[in-house]
């Protein structure tokens, strides 16, 4: 099988016009008359780099960042993956799912990596993420991997969003190239995790809102939603389904009722809250556009994916194009995974490389 790689049109350095003058510009110091043209050229540079807002270091993320300082740091996050996922498929889902629950809170900066120390609280304990986040161990043991190799230079932040397209193509999704350069955070914030992730039993509404607030759309609403094609979900995050959706103890009506019939046999109405069920019913450890076949027949599992198909004319619409369309499909979940990635990094001189996944440098 063949693997394509989707040109994400990013805002790299290498694709912007007047930074690749300016780079032809560098690359051409002939004569002295070039001196002027360069310094108006590096005003630009910085122009454009204060400009990039929600970035606090203002520097552009790239695909070729460790090309110098650390080539083979790509090849190293995939065989560590790759021989994770070999034991746990499921790692693939999960490793997917980290890169999301990090760039939704103060930006894909690794602050969902650190444990609690001293007064910060982990994110790891946040109502999304508690019993539920996972991979933690993979990216620790990719760390220690890089550490030996090129010491304290690969972020901890960049090999979340490495695993994470990784963890898509070994599942048979697109790939992507990634731009890199994120710096790792000083910090963490909890309520920024209970705030900022929705709910699965969320409205379309409050779902868009808060993706909004990320500086993503709609469009990237129902693509990274698409994501749901692996993994798992517990009980807890969609009984209130199966028994009682509105608080009139009924179950939802946008459930099929063979579905939910199913579920409710795993799934009680108390107890069992940790137990697991497949997020997509058909082809759970594929990633393929099967996710939005089932919402068209009212089989998405978490209220917050089967609302994609009917809380709007507008989501619904593009549930129907990607259900009859994978190519679209995983070309726009290539580019609304770079623009997630594109969350206000940290970059320049701000946050550090941590030298361990789970703490800051200096505690
Ligand atoms: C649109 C809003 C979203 C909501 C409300 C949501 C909610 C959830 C919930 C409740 C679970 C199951 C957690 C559990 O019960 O333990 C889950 C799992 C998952 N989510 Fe989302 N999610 C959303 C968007 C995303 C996005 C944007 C991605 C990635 C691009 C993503 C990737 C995943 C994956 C891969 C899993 C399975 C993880 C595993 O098996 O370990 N989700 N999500
Ligand atoms: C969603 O679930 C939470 C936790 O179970 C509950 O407190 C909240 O009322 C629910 N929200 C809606 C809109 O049903
Ligand atoms: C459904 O939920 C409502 C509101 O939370 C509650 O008052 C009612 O007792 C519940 N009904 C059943 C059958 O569980």
Known sequence: MTMQTYNTNLQSSYNNPSLQQLHQQLTNMASTRCLFTILLGITTYWTLFSLS???????????????????????????????????????????????????????????????????????KRSNPNKDSLRGFEVIDEIKYALENECPQTVSCADIVALAARDSTVLTGGPSWEVPLGRRDSLDASVQGSNNNLPAPNSTLSSIITKFKLQGLDIVDVVALSGAHT????????????????????????????????????????????????????VTPFKFDNQYFKNLLVYNGILNSDEVLFTQSAQTMELVKLYAENNELFFEQFAKSMVKMGNISPLTGPMGEIRKNCRRVNHY
Do not use: W
């Not at 807002?53 to 065989?79: E, T």
């Not at 889902?93 to 900066?109: E, I, P, T």
């Not at 028994?243 to 939910?260: H, I, T």
């Open 53 to 123: 807002l929600g970035n606090p270091g203002g520097l552009f993320l790239f695909p070729q960042f460790y090309d110098h300082a650390c080539p083979q740091a790509p090849a190293i996050v995939k065989s560590i993956v790759e021989k994770a996922y070999a034991k746990d498929p499921r790692m693939a889902a999960s490793l997917l799912r980290l890169h999301f629950h990090d760039c939704f809170v103060k930006g894909c900066d690794a602050s969902v990596l650190l444990d609690t120390s001293g007064t910060m609280v982990s994110e």
């Open 230 to 281: 692996i993994g798992d979900t517990r009980c807890v995050s969609f009984r209130q389904r199966l028994y009682n959706q509105s608080g009139n103890g009924v179950p939802d009506f946008s459930l099929n009722p063979a579905y939910a019939a199913g579920l409710r046999t795993k799934c009680p109405s108390s107890g069992g809250d940790q137990n697991l069920f497949f997020l997509d019913l």
